[in-house]
């Protein structure tokens, strides 16, 4: 059987143009979050599988990749479900893990705790544009603090990360949970019926306001209802006068709390940010994930399409694990998006070290290479990036494509000429 060239699909090789383009952004995010207080942390790529089944995950625990038991462990004759096959399985986020690896870890971390996180995903999805099976992910959280100082960091952290890149223009969408639960009380909705009503008004964006009215009555929820839900959305404005409306629309249903922390969100984010950006109250936001508890947001980019980016507060995720619950809120972006985005406008990756090559001639004598060599640790040494190769015999065509490299001083070296150097 011939063994095959091309990658599993919905995973992909890394040409070296992409490459120099994540390393850098790599940096980037690590260099501007570890300045906004964010620690490096990292976990294992492959979870206990009752840990990424425990139906917070939403959707994506149908998209899990799972692990079958090894050697005396695993029994497939004998086997009468699944959980006598399987034990483990690739992490679908970096939320999950992280919440396992704190509370095995709480004692030995400070509180509040602010981590970073990047690393590799998988999930068993359908590629497409800016989607993969496999897949970078980066996450900052901060657990143990209640306030909504968290939620502001969080957004002022990512929003200069996306000014430091050259993204402009872009909306941060911001919703709370206890919005969604109190405008459907305030409706009429039975309370076992929110996620369903949750489910179809996410959809707004794709199916607009009729469609979702239509969805919800053939859901057989009642005319009344649904007119008086959707009626809120056309009251509702999209900035800090839109919270005080709900505020004041849904008393006895909205914590006063919830509509004070949003207010204050908005307004210290708009007076402290660094990045040219806008962020707006969106009441349509749901976000997919269960495990949600208050503070919701999103990355709108208008040049993708879609979101690259989102997160929210989930408190009692943690408890799960320790049985006492602790605050906790993060902030993804999608950074496959964003370096598919840069990749198709073109982005040049900003450098102060200058690259410079050294094309040997054929049959070079020992002492002309060591020559060479002396010469490429003295440029190495003085900060640039030095690369020594065999001259061709189309020479033209190779200095060619060291130039597209970005090797903007090419040295041609012969052994009758060697000691010019």
Same mark, same amino acid.
């Given at each position: 059987m011939a063994l095959k060239k091309k990658p599993v699909t919905g995973m992909k090789d890394m040409m070296p143009a992409e490459m120099e383009i994540r390393d850098y952004v790599i940096g980037l995010i690590k260099e501007t979050y570890k300045a906004?207080?964010?620690?490096?942390?990292?976990?294992?790529?492959?979870?206990?599988?009752?840990?990424? %089944?425990?139906?917070?995950?939403?959707?994506? &625990?149908?998209?899990?990749?799972?692990?079958l038991k090894r050697g005396e462990k695993l029994k497939i004759d004998t086997a009468q479900t699944e959980s006598d096959l399987v034990d483990g399985g690739l992490r679908y986020d970096l939320t999950v893990p992280l919440s396992r690896y704190y509370s095995n870890n709480a004692n030995d971390l400070p509180s509040p705790f602010?981590?970073?996180?990047?690393?590799?995903?998988?999930?068993?999805?359908?590629?497409?544009?800016?989607?993969?099976?496999?897949? !970078?992910? %980066?996450?900052?959280?901060?657990?143990? &603090?209640?306030?909504?100082?968290? &939620?502001?960091?969080?957004?002022?952290?990512?929003?200069?990360?996306?000014?430091?890149?050259?993204?402009?223009?872009?909306?941060?969408?911001?919703?709370?949970?206890?919005?969604?639960?109190?405008?459907?009380?305030?409706?009429?909705?039975?309370? &076992?019926?929110?996620?369903?009503?949750?489910?179809?008004?996410?959809? !707004?964006?794709?199916?607009?306001?009729?469609?979702?009215?239509?969805?919800?009555?053939?859901?057989?929820?009642?005319?009344?209802?649904?007119e008086k839900y959707l009626q809120l959305f056309k009251e509702i404005t999209n900035n800090v006068e839109g919270v005080r409306y709900c505020k004041e629309k849904l008393e006895g249903f909205l914590p006063d709390e919830a509509a004070s922390s949003l207010e204050m969100i908005i307004t210290s984010v708009e007076t402290a940010r660094e990045a040219d950006f806008k962020i707006s109250f969106d009441p349509t936001l749901v976000r997919g994930m269960s495990y949600y508890t208050g503070t919701i947001f999103e990355i709108s980019m208008d040049e993708f399409g879609g979101s690259v980016g989102g997160g929210g507060r989930y408190d009692e995720m943690i408890g799960k694990f320790t049985g006492q619950n602790t605050p906790a809120v993060g902030f993804s972006i999608g950074f496959e998006r964003i370096v598919m985005l840069l990749l198709e406008r073109g982005y040049q990756v900003p450098t102060s070290r200058s690259k410079k090559a050294f094309l040997i001639e054929k049959n070079m004598p020992q002492e002309g290479m060591l020559k060479v060599l002396s010469l490429a640790k003295e440029e190495r040494a003085a900060g640039k990036q030095v690369m020594i190769v065999n001259m061709k015999k189309n020479k033209k065509f190779q200095k060619e494509q060291l130039v597209e490299q970005g090797y903007e001083d090419i040295v041609e070296c012969y052994r009758d000429s060697i000691n010019e150097l």
């Open positions: 906004f207080g964010f620690s490096s942390i990292e976990t294992p790529c492959v979870e206990h599988i009752e840990n990424l %089944c425990s139906k917070q995950g939403g959707d994506n &625990e149908k998209l899990i990749f799972k692990i602010k981590a970073l996180q990047m690393g590799n995903v998988w999930r068993a999805d359908r590629p497409q544009r800016g989607r993969f099976r496999q897949f !970078m992910q %980066c996450d900052i959280d901060i657990l143990g &603090e209640p306030g909504n100082l968290a &939620e502001i960091e969080l957004i002022l952290a990512t929003s200069t990360l996306l000014g430091k890149l050259d993204f402009r223009n872009f909306t941060i969408r911001i919703n709370d949970r206890r919005f969604l639960k109190a405008m459907a009380a305030y409706s009429g909705f039975k309370e &076992e019926d929110y996620e369903n009503v949750f489910i179809i008004l996410d959809k !707004m964006d794709k199916i607009g306001m009729d469609g979702v009215a239509s969805e919800l009555e053939e859901c057989g929820y009642e005319k009344e209802s649904v």
